[in-house]
């Protein structure tokens, strides 16, 4: 049970767009269509952004999209806004088990 | 409104046992799959426990698996993570999601507000 990979920050100046990388292996990010994001501000619970790789729940602003290529998803916020600046996590359905990628800072600039 | 207050956390001595509480509310619970995610002071995210709607599927960490047991109570819209045989490692702020499914492929769309298990001597 490898935690994904993912880099640890990420920037862009406001109106950027900025894409996040989270990378698994055939057995989870690859295997699955059930890659999830997560956005983290500091001292809060977690927030879902993006499921099933591209889909995003009610209320999550369109600049954040999802995709997925082979083993490695992505996460591309556009027109960078301020409140983007948190911490975002990747997650991969992995069969029995669920992963979480180690975390990226995101510093709006 | 979906809410989610996870309780029984505290200061524990390794090697002690602690269990863990969510009281789920604004859902029908029993339609949908339940999990722990931890969180380690100033770390990431960890998966730590998955139930499906009825409990016929359960998953664990390798990192807790045959110390953590997890459980939940359909007529009391209630989960729980028996902890045994704390380590130190263990010390991180617990959260109680909801699954967007019924067994335990989905995400988390809502999460509680943790509690703190801290384990040491």
């Known amino acids: 049970q490898s935690a994904l990979t993912q880099p640890p920050s990420a920037s862009g100046s406001p109106g950027q767009s900025v894409t996040i990388s989270c990378t698994g292996t055939s057995s989870d990010v690859g295997g699955y269509n059930y890659v999830s994001w997560y956005q983290q501000h500091p001292g809060k619970a977690p927030k879902l952004m993006i499921y099933?790789?591209?889909k995003r729940p009610s209320g999550v602003p369109d600049r954040f999209s999802g995709s997925k290529s082979g083993n490695t998803a992505s996460l591309t916020v556009s027109g960078l806004q301020a409140e983007d600046e948190a911490d975002y996590y990747c997650?991969?359905?992995?069969?029995?088990?669920?992963?979480f990628g180690g975390g990226t800072k995101l510093t709006v600039l | 409104e979906v809410q989610l207050v996870e309780s029984g956390g505290g200061l524990v001595q390794p090697g002690r046992s602690l269990r863990l509480s969510c009281a789920a509310s604004g859902f029908t619970f029993d339609d949908y799959a339940m999990h722990w995610v931890r969180q380690a002071p100033g770390k990431g995210l960890e998966w730590v426990s998955g139930i499906s709607w009825n409990s016929g599927s359960i998953g664990y960490a390798d990192s807790v698996k045959g110390r953590f047991t997890i459980s939940r109570d359909n007529a009391k819209n209630s989960l729980y993570l028996q902890m045994n045989s704390l380590r130190a490692e263990d010390t991180a702020l617990y959260y109680c999601?909801?699954?967007?499914?019924?067994?335990?492929?989905?995400?988390?769309?809502?999460w509680g507000q943790g509690t703190l298990v801290t384990v040491s001597s």
């Open positions: 997650s991969s359905y992995a069969g029995s088990n669920i992963l």
């Open positions: 099933e790789v591209s």
């Open positions: 999601a909801k699954s967007t499914h019924y067994d335990s492929s989905g995400s988390f769309d809502y």
